[in-house]
């Protein structure tokens, strides 16, 4: 696996800067997010929601946990899950603090905190993890996993093992695989029903090459941006648009600043509870044992709440005042056509034996599934 040092040292820098610059307190006070009218967004991370009936002050070990959305997001609920775990099984002496709304910064820096030993747990989306392990990049391929259960079965099974596996070279340990979901497009410009509606939107992606180039392959004008500053670029016309799971366009009040929504399902996107290696290394083996078990019994309850919500969230969301596009099989077909050479170049120019090994193990679980 390629390490890409070069990169990983330039980030180390402006996560310094970041840090320095948020004061004493370690949250994120960026201008962003309390511009950001969603009041959900700016909530204190570590307040009652959290309550709990240890005390960090008498544990002897602190998990700091990060992640970027808030936390009305079945995200956040399934992190309280697992701090209720943790706590409870450990009798306190492993306590765990909950950041939400980038609060601690965005997906990259949060990894990038958790190869310092500076915080010990993040949950990103597989998107940004390319930018370490590049074979993350071939799960983000658009059109790839045909369900949620079949995406799943293969997380949970030898792919999904050997892409946590290669975490560890990064600092970085793969505890669970837990769910963010198919992702759809939001726009204020105009109803996207098919391919060539894509035409001229400037959208904002996850900072990932498949998805700069699959948009780009579609006519639009991706712009890569962290998670955090997405409100006030929709809210400013910065961007058109941007995609993500039903749950996130919902929860995170993105019908305020969006007038269109379209089923496109173009990419499934699975997160990763992550912990800093330093961390988990120094924690005795029934720790280690319990700090995996809770990540994968919370992550179940994550994921099946989470798929609820991005069931249920469509009629809230055009009460709200969004157009709802319906996107026809046949048109997410042409979509899925068009971005194909994409896929196909980014199979060869990773590591096409990976790539492979995927595609046979979604065909395996496909035909399991039948
Ligand atoms: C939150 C991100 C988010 C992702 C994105 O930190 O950036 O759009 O979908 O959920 O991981």
Known sequence: ???????????????????????????????????????????????????????????????????????????????????????????????????HSSQLGDDRQMMEALQLGSQEVTIPSTAPIANFVEQYAILDFPFLFPDEEIAMDVLNGDIGDQLLDALEDQEMVGLAWWENGYRDLTNSVQAVATAEDFQGLTIRTMEN??????????????????????????????????????????????????????????????????????????????????????AQEAGEYQIEENRKQNNELLDALVDEGVEYTEVTPEAREEMAEIVQPVNERFAEQIDPDFAEEVYSAIEEAQQNAE
């Open 1 to 99: 696996m390629k390490k890409s040092s070069l990169v990983t040292g330039a980030l180390s820098l402006s996560l310094v800067f970041t840090l320095a610059a948020c004061g004493d307190n370690g949250v994120n006070g960026d201008a962003d997010q309390t511009d950001n009218e969603n009041e959900n967004a700016s909530n204190n991370g570590n307040g009652e929601e959290a309550a709990s009936e240890y005390n960090s002050s008498e544990a002897t070990h602190v998990i700091e946990a990060g992640i970027g959305l808030n936390n009305q997001h079945p995200q956040y609920h399934g992190l309280l899950r697992f701090k209720e775990i943790v706590e409870s099984e450990t009798d306190g002496d492993v306590y765990v603090e909950t950041y």
């Open 209 to 294: 090459e498949v998805h700069l180039a699959a948009f780009q392959e579609l006519g639009a004008n991706p712009t890569p941006m962290a998670f955090g500053e997405l409100f006030t670029a929709m809210q400013q016309g910065t961007v058109d648009g941007q995609e993500n799971p039903l749950a996130t366009i919902y929860l995170e009040g993105f019908y305020e600043v969006q007038d269109h929504y379209s089923d496109t399902n173009h990419v499934y996107s699975p997160f990763v509870f992550l912990m800093s290696k330093q961390f988990y290394d120094q924690l005795p083996d029934d720790y280690q044992e319990i700090v995996r078990n809770a």
